[in-house]
């Protein structure tokens, strides 16, 4: 197994536990699998960005599916 593959999924931890948790929350309740959370990540990984992008939880029950909105 290459260095890459190996690190892909701690990377993957590292940016639902700092930048994402609420969609963390979701997959320890079941609400998602790994393969959703995994697209989130993927979706939103501020490493791929020109400009960092902020987002902020919504209520329950509002906004995206995932529960996390950009600032606008």
């Excluded at 892909?8 to 609420?22: F, S």
């Excluded at 997959?27 to 989130?40: F, K, N, P």
């Excluded at 939103?44 to 995932?66: I, Q, V």
Aim: aromatic share 6%.
């Amino acid at each position: 197994m290459s260095e890459r593959t190996a690190n892909a999924p701690l990377a993957e931890a590292h940016e639902l536990t700092t930048a994402l948790p609420l969609t963390l929350a979701a997959l320890e309740a079941g609400s998602i699998s790994w393969q959703h959370a995994r697209t989130v990540v993927d979706e939103t990984d501020s490493r791929h960005w020109a400009e960092p992008r902020n987002y902020k939880p919504t209520a329950a029950g509002t906004g995206p599916r995932f529960g996390l909105l950009p600032d606008s």
